[in-house]
Nanobody, 125 residues
Framework: QVQLVESGGGSVQSGGSLSISCVAS????????RGWFRQGPGKEREGVAV???????KYAESVKGRFTISQDNAKNTLYLQMTSLKPEDTATYYC???????????????????WGQGTQVTVSS
């Protein structure tokens, strides 16, 4: 049984930093496509960043240069380090995984097999 469990969300002021993590079980992160999505109030779920099987990373334009995706293979844990946070980054952040290479349209949520329950990130101005 695959489980993805996020943690580390919270509230921060604009310009601040926050790191969230996702512990995977039943699913080896390094062997599959894995990444982070988010869904803000009244918005559709969108891709934030992914890591492909070959280790290549992809980021949404809105977070490039501010967010960093990484992982600890020994802990089978995925991280998202967020800096220079903006109010528009406010959302529920989800960890996602797919038992394949990342699709060309990596930011489309309907292509991912596994999801965490989400962790809330709130950025105040």
């Amino acid at each position: 049984q695959v489980q993805l469990v996020e943690s580390g969300g919270g509230s921060v002021q604009s310009g601040g930093s926050l790191s969230i993590s996702c512990v995977a079980s039943g699913f080896t992160l390094r062997d599959n496509c894995r990444g982070w999505f988010r869904q803000g109030p009244g918005k559709e779920r969108e891709g934030v960043a992914v890591v492909d099987r070959d280790g290549r990373t992809k980021y949404a334009e809105s977070v490039k240069g501010r967010f960093t995706i990484s992982q600890d293979n020994a802990k089978n844990t995925l991280y998202l380090q967020m800096t220079s946070l903006k109010p528009e980054d406010t959302a529920t952040y989800y960890c996602a995984g797919d038992r394949s290479a990342c699709p060309a349209r990596w930011s489309a949520p309907n292509t991912y097999d596994y999801w965490g329950q989400g962790t809330q990130v709130t950025v105040s101005s």
